[in-house]
């Protein structure tokens, strides 16, 4: 073996461990603080205080509130920002692709039975995969229609099926698959690197010059976060598409994988509503129900 590719070798092994790691480190963050906020007793008659609770770990409580004003000075300088499992996750994510789909992408990304295209282009295709369908989701979010839930997430639904379904026919299955993942990391990196954290400084900056903060810029923040949250289960699902093949390469893996992301967000939402003490076991139910007909579907339907 060269040196070269013995040192991409361990490029590609550091790089999965910590993009699993750092993977690991930003969902357990986003699960923990979007439980935090649902759990959090609302009915506190106090001008500063705006939820309050209380947690155990390792034997020792601890009081949590959150807070409709700033802290002092001395706390604003003190702050943990979670912002770097979100940056190394993305970066380690970018790395690999460049590392093993880029680098090999007339083997890896190029299928002459979907498209004959160069390996250039392929990579063309998917780095504008990645530009192009942020810009959509992001004016989507600061348009007026993320005001009716319903509408938004019907048109999300409609464009995560069309997403998925021209990428078959672009790239080979196994990377039109994967770039589904990609495009919706890369939109749930950019909603924490150019919105919610933006958001968080610009309120941290506020407070520092004893100015009153836009609550507009926390509602913006918390709600990329929410999008993130529920997008989690589906990437996840994606990132670990490697030991299913037979979902990879079925015929109709564009639609099964658009199914699982209804039936994985469903599930997503039942823990978000049991958080807030709203326990609704048919949402689980449905979803189980839901996957288990889709397995059946797929094995009665098989290529």
């Known amino acids: 073996m060269e040196a070269f590719t013995y040192a991409l070798k361990w490029s590609e092994a550091i790089l999965r461990w910590g993009h699993v790691l750092f993977a690991i ?37 601890y009081k949590l509130s959150r807070l409709k004003t700033s802290p002092d000075k001395t706390y604003l300088n003190q702050l943990v920002i979670f912002k770097w499992q979100s940056y190394l996750t993305f970066i380690t994510g970018i790395l690999l692709l460049a590392v093993i789909y880029y680098y090999n992408s007339g083997i890896l990304m190029v299928d002459k039975k979907v498209l004959i295209i160069s ?14 369908s942020w810009i959509i989701y992001d004016f989507l979010c600061k348009s007026n229609l993320i ?36 495009i919706i990391g890369t939109n749930m990196f950019a909603n924490v690197f150019t919105v919610i954290i933006p958001n968080q400084m610009n309120i941290i900056n506020s407070s520092k010059k004893n100015k009153k903060f836009d609550m507009s810029l926390s ?15 589906l990437v996840l699902f994606i990132m670990l598409s490697g030991h299913y093949s ?13 199914l699982i992301g209804i039936i994985s967000a469903l ?28 397995a059946t579907v797929i094995f009665i339907f098989k290529n």
């Open 25 to 61: 480190l930003w969902v357990g963050n986003s699960f923990l603080f979007n439980y935090l906020d649902n759990r959090l007793n609302k009915k506190i008659s106090s001008k500063d205080i705006d939820g309050e609770g209380y947690l155990m770990h390792s034997g020792f409580f």
């Open 119 to 132: 390996p250039l282009t392929a990579i063309s295709y998917s780095i504008l995969s990645l530009i192009i």
């Open 147 to 182: 005001k009716n839930n319903f509408l938004f997430l019907s048109i999300i639904l409609i464009l995560l099926g069309f997403l998925s379904f021209g990428l078959t026919k672009i790239f080979g299955a196994k990377f039109a698959f994967l770039s589904v993942g990609l």
């Open 219 to 233: 509602l913006a923040a918390k709600q990329r976060s929410i999008h993130n949250n529920y997008s989690t289960f």
């Open 246 to 258: 037979f979902l990879v390469y079925h015929k109709y893996n564009w639609l099964i994988l658009c």
């Open 267 to 294: 599930a997503r939402h039942y823990f978000n509503l049991r958080g807030r003490k709203i326990n609704n076991p048919s949402i689980l139910f449905t979803s189980i129900i839901a996957l288990i007909i889709l």
